[in-house]
């Protein structure tokens, strides 16, 4: 039997793994804290291409900052404010989220119309 680079790749897209979304069904993904030394840490949020798309770098409490809300403890980010557009998306943790890189991701976030 012969095979050809097109035989290869046909068999390649079916054995390759499926890369799946970072959090099915949300808009974005939060990424654990990061810390960047000297008392500065970050968070990152991601599409789910695992772009970075908005974040928060702060020496300070992350849920002072504007920009994430947090729950009563445990402490997670029960909710995203967009730095850019200022909508507002409920967060919560999720089974199905993944990882981006080596940031793993925290809460899954949605917008539910608000």
């Given at each position: 039997m012969k095979f050809t680079a097109t035989s290869f790749l046909i068999a390649a897209m079916f054995i390759a793994?499926?890369?799946?979304?970072?959090?099915?069904?949300?808009?974005?993904?939060?990424?654990?804290?990061?810390?960047?030394?000297?008392?500065?840490?970050?968070w990152d949020v991601y599409d789910d291409s695992c772009n970075v798309v908005d974040g928060l770098t702060t020496t300070g409490n992350p849920c002072d900052q504007g920009i994430f809300e947090c729950s009563p403890p445990p402490i997670l980010f029960d909710q995203y404010t967009n730095t850019f557009t200022g909508l507002i998306y409920a967060c919560r943790t999720d089974p199905n989220s993944g990882v981006c890189g080596s940031d793993v991701i925290s809460v899954c976030c949605r917008n539910d119309g608000n």
């Open positions: 793994p499926k890369v799946g979304a970072i959090c099915p069904g949300f808009n974005y993904g939060i990424g654990n804290v990061m810390a960047l030394g000297n008392g500065i840490s970050r």
